[in-house]
């Protein structure tokens, strides 16, 4: 077996690779600027079609989420871990559930482009603060995650070339990302919505003929499967039950609850999932979009915890770690097991499209918040012109770019796993608690969602500073430092409570209600349950 250093696949595979990956490049540039926007509106830059049938807009949805991690880190954890991987991509199709019966209705009939535009009409006071703090929120969330897509496309290419120089680093970076920017700041929603819905169709597709190839080498019957799995695994049966990974000791199954408690609360806060949401013009499209959402992320990862026990059974969990210690590799090497070069490269092929699509719809959530809700609303007062505004949103994906380039190439040894969770825990304790008291507490104030947003913030990113992460571990940033007096490596646990208690104490404290307070509250519950903007 070849190890990692020697790269895992073959020069055929590569090159099938990259021809591949520049047709669909060049097709979807081409659709996506086709389709831009050639009005300077607004809407059409933010949204997109909001005609879209509830498939499309599903398969959009379900291609905004599923990111190059669910392809080869979900599957590599499972491969790894077994039952521990399987319990943690169930979390990721429950994250859904909470999207689907919460949020999404009554955040499409109160909102317009933003999640500022919903907060303007909750609240009568302290407007432009609070959008300035959810302007922050949004890009730190946004730059987190981008910049793990960007160090994640390094990490993919040591797959094909082992370690790679410094200039091949750059090359790779600068060349997704000016894709990325291409995407974002020419096509806009309508331009990024063409490679999501065009990348959630390569990613079903393919998980879900590899599952089947998996499935079809051990007759169809599941069993069968479970057993090879365990039996090369060098667990045994320990495999196939809790705790391989997460179950070692206290610290590590409260640290595998905080991280499930980020990924299923935090999905419902990522602000492109919630562009996307508000995309659709009426909400029986958007429910029936929803529903198509959840069962294509089903199938996604049912098929990746197929591919993941298909790889420990068919590879063996040694050769996995000994090419890759996190798994990363699995998918690939079950690939060149299965389909040889051909199936490899395909796989490959959609990990880097994958790459591509997300990170498309990350600049563009972070431009359109930094655009509208933050020089239109609070710098122009809501005076820009929709040409200015729109102006500056291209402008501010170019931006958004360019610095998400910039820091993966200081970062690009970092666990991309660390930088998604970290965005995941800052969108649940910051972004979550001021949607959720938005939408269902009629006393919710001005200060309590300044409060509930810096402190989220805050108190994420300070726990993920002092904790393993950052410091004490070999893994971590500064391993031979240690100033880590959080024990545990994602901080949802703490955060998320804290973030739901800063916004209601900013709320108690903050000044009295007043009447317009509640007539304003009466109005968007109107607005909420009743859709009586709806366009």
């Not at 591949?20 to 490049?25: E, P």
């Not at 009426?282 to 199938?299: H, N, P």
């Amino acid at each position: 077996m070849v190890t990692l250093s020697e790269g895992i696949v073959d020069r055929f595979s590569l090159q099938l690779t990259f021809v591949l990956f520049l047709s669909v490049v060049v097709v979807t540039l081409f659709i996506a600027l086709l389709t831009a926007p050639h009005r300077d509106e607004i809407s059409e830059f933010y949204l997109g079609n909001r005609t879209m049938s509830p498939l499309r807009n599903g398969l959009a949805m379900c291609g905004d989420y599923l990111s190059a991690a669910t392809l080869l880190g979900s599957t590599g954890l499972v491969a790894l871990n077994g039952y521990d991987g399987l319990l943690y991509l169930g979390g990721t199709v429950v994250a859904w559930m909470m999207v689907l019966l919460l949020i999404a209705e009554p955040l499409r009939r109160a909102g317009r482009f933003t999640l500022g535009d919903t907060l303007a009409l909750r609240l009568t006071r302290l407007q432009r603060p609070a959008r300035l703090a959810l302007a922050v929120c949004t890009l730190a969330i946004t730059t987190l995650y981008l910049v793990a897509q960007l160090v994640g496309s390094i990490a993919l290419l040591t797959q094909f070339t082992g370690e790679p120089s410094a200039a091949t680093r750059t090359l790779c970076v600068v060349v997704i990302g000016t894709i990325v920017i291409v995407y974002a700041a020419i096509g806009g929603a309508p331009g990024a919505t063409v490679i999501q819905i065009i990348k959630a169709v390569m990613l079903v597709a393919g998980v879900t003929i590899t599952a089947v190839m998996v499935l079809h080498r051990y007759d169809w019957n599941p069993n069968t499967l479970l057993s090879a799995a365990a039996d090369h695994s060098g667990a045994g049966a320990q495999f196939l039950e809790p705790g391989l990974r997460y179950g070692v000791s206290t610290t590590s199954k409260l640290d595998f609850f905080s991280l499930e408690l980020a990924i299923v609360l935090g999905l419902a806060a990522l602000p492109h999932v919630l562009m996307r949401l508000l995309a659709p013009r009426k909400v029986d499209v958007l429910r029936s979009s929803v529903v198509w959402a959840v069962g294509l992320v089903g199938l996604v990862c049912l098929a990746a915890g197929v591919l993941g026990l298909g790889a420990t059974a068919i590879v063996g969990r040694d050769t996995i770690a000994e090419t890759d210690h996190k798994g990363d590799s699995a998918v690939l090497l079950l690939a060149g097991h299965l389909g040889g070069g051909i199936l490899t490269a395909l796989l490959s092929c959609l990990a880097f499209v994958t790459l591509l699509a997300v990170a498309a719809g990350l600049t563009l959530a972070a431009a359109s918040s930094l655009a509208h809700d933050l020089y239109g609303e609070v710098i122009r007062k809501g005076r820009a012109s929709e040409t200015e505004e729109l102006m500056v949103a291209r402008l501010s994906a170019v931006v958004i770019g360019v610095l998400a380039m910039l820091l993966a190439l200081v970062s690009w040894g970092a666990n991309t796993a660390t930088l998604a969770f970290l965005a995941f825990a800052i969108a649940a304790s910051a972004i979550l608690p001021t949607i959720v008291y938005t939408l269902f507490w009629r006393r919710f104030t001005g200060e309590g969602a300044l409060l509930s947003l810096w402190g989220g913030l805050v108190c994420s990113v300070l726990l993920v500073l002092f904790s393993p992460v950052v410091s004490a571990t070999p893994g971590s940033f500064y391993p031979d430092s240690d100033f880590a007096w959080f024990p545990l490596q994602n901080p949802g646990i703490v955060s998320i409570p804290a973030g739901f208690l800063l916004g209601w104490l900013g709320t108690v404290l903050g000044e009295r209600r007043r009447p317009q307070d509640d007539a304003a509250y009466e109005e968007f519950e109107v607005r909420m349950l009743v859709g009586a903007r709806e366009e």
